[in-house]
Structure formats: structure tokens, C-alpha cells
């Protein structure tokens, strides 16, 4: 069995099937139709900037460099 990683834009982390980030991670299409995916944590911590909460350094640089494929993301995926 083959298994495919498919880690989270803003941290690499795999949230593949059968990892423990797969329960929390949302689901996304950039613009060229590429499926991308970021984790729990990741997701979170991108709620937290949309309200206003501030983030260290180190996880803006994270979002900043996976989150662009996810446009105006929002919780529940859409």
C-alpha cells in the first residue's frame, strides 16, 4: 500500500488519511485547481488573525507562505 502525503501549506505537516491531522485539516483549490490542505493548528491559528489576535513572527511567516492558496478563508471551509 502506497501511502500519500499530503501536507498542510502552511507547516508541512502531513494530514493524509490515517495521520492524526487528517480528522481537523480543511480542504482548498488554488487557482490552478491543485488540491491543497491545511491542518488544525494552522486552521486556528488563521481564525485567530482574521479576529484581530495577535501572532508570533514565526506564525505569520507560516500562514503567510500557505494560507494565499486558501483566499478568504473562513471556519467551516468556506
Not at 22 to 49: I, K, M, Q, S, W
Request: aromatic content about 6%; some cysteine.
Amino acid at each position: 500500500m502506497i501511502h500519500q502525503l499530503e501536507p498542510c501549506e502552511s507547516c508541512g505537516d502531513d494530514t493524509a488519511a490515517g495521520s492524526p491531522l487528517y480528522p481537523g485539516r480543511r480542504e482548498a483549490t488554488d487557482a490552478n485547481g491543485r488540491r491543497a490542505f491545511l491542518c488544525e493548528p494552522c486552521v486556528e491559528r488563521v481564525v485567530a488573525a482574521r479576529r484581530g489576535e495577535p501572532l508570533s513572527d514565526e506564525d505569520r511567516r507560516k500562514l503567510e507562505s500557505g494560507a494565499a492558496v486558501f483566499g478568504a478563508f473562513a471556519p467551516g471551509g468556506h
